[in-house]
Every structure is written in C-alpha cells, then in structure tokens.
C-alpha cells in the first residue's frame, strides 16, 4: 500500500517523530515510519526503498543526530534520486554538512526551535496537507455545544491511542493535545474506571466499535 509521508529521522530523535507521525494521521495523511511499517520478515533496507518509492512526500525530522546518521543519509539521497518532496523539520539549531547539505540545498525548512513544539507540528500537518490536496480534518460536527469531549463520557472516541509504560508521559501529552482541538480520545487503561477485566476489554472494544 502507498502512504502519503516517509519519515525518515534518527533513532534518538524517535519521540518527537511519533509525535509527528500520530498528528499527520490524526488529518488522514497516511505515514510510513521505521520500525513500525517494516512487515516482519521483510528486508529492512528493501522496505525502505519501496516506502520511499511509493511515498509523496518526505518529511525529515532534522536534528545534529539526523545530520551525523549514515542511514538517514541514506534515504534522503535515495529520496532526491526519485525526486519527491522534502520538508525539513528542524528541531535542533544546527545546519546540515556535507551530503546533507547539498541534498537539501535548494529545499524550504520549517524550524520547530521554540516551544511549544505541538504548535510547530501543526504547521507541518498544515503544510504537507496543503501539498497532499488533503481536506483538513476538524473537529466532528457532533460535538455541540454542551457536549464532552472526554471518552468516558462517550465511549465511542474518534480516537485510540494504545501506548506501553514507558510512553505513557507522551501518550498523555498526546491524548490531552487531540482533546484541546474537539477530538475524543480513548488511552488504555486510563479511560477504565472499573478494574473489572471483562468490563476494561468492553470499553477497550466500544472504543474501536
């Protein structure tokens, strides 16, 4: 399947690319980003060839690791050779050296250098959107006045977000970000006021219903 976005980033900057990725998707871009889409079993360099291929726009996630990363060279040049669009998302005030530079010479940045960093990430939805032809996607006419918001008060959420442990600090950040624009977000376990195991796998599927 073809996506609308490769994001291509180096593994130390992988939080603020998850980030990137979950607010494109929330406006229906499509994303393709490593290790997620790398189908089990599947080459991971022929993986990111077809992705690239197949992909309209390439947002790089441009950071001093991105710059000194031999893969992320990589798939920029390889980027450039198929000649698709790149948007820069630069979240580190540095500049890009050697082939970076040259491969990214001609091309427009957006800076993400101030916080807050959400803000920054919504211009680039807005951006790669305004590329795609994608209608932007606002919050559902559902929600009147008087209405929450909040999944628990309406199971049925436009929106679920499975986390782990160990990102549930973004997983919070993100959710509260979604609610703050009109969306209704179910998070794991935090949504379920019973404990119940049969009741928290009810809410679990509502949630996706």
């Known amino acids: 399947m073809s996506h609308d976005v490769f994001i291509s980033y180096s593994s130390r900057d992988k939080t603020i690319a998850d980030a990137v990725c979950a607010l494109l998707e929330s406006r229906r871009i499509r994303c393709w980003i490593a290790p997620r889409d790398v189908l089990p079993g599947t080459e991971y360099g022929a993986a990111i060839v077809e992705a690239i291929a197949t992909c ?15 893969q992320v060279r990589r798939e920029i040049e390889r ?29 427009h940045w957006l800076d993400a250098l101030t916080a807050p960093l959400e803000g920054h990430i919504a211009c680039l939805a807005d951006a790669a959107g305004r590329i795609l032809g994608i209608e932007q996607v606002s919050p559902k006419a559902s929600l009147g006045q008087g209405e929450s918001s909040d999944a628990r008060s309406n199971p049925s959420a436009d929106i679920f977000i499975c986390d782990s442990l160990a990102h549930r600090r973004f997983a919070y950040a ?21 404990s119940d195991t049969a009741e928290f796998e009810r809410s679990i599927f509502k949630a996706l219903d």
């Not at 390439?58 to 710059?67: G, K």
């Not at 450039?80 to 001609?106: C, G, H, Q």
């Open 79 to 107: 980027v450039v050779s198929k000649d698709k669009i790149i948007i820069p998302f630069r979240i580190e005030n540095v500049l890009p050296t050697k082939a970076m530079e040259y491969a990214l010479s001609n091309t």
């Open 174 to 194: 993100l959710r509260d970000y979604l609610r703050e624009r009109g969306y209704t977000v179910f998070l794991s376990d935090s949504e379920s006021s019973d």
């Open 56 to 70: 309209k726009i390439c947002v790089l996630i441009f950071s001093s690791d991105a710059d000194k990363s031999p």
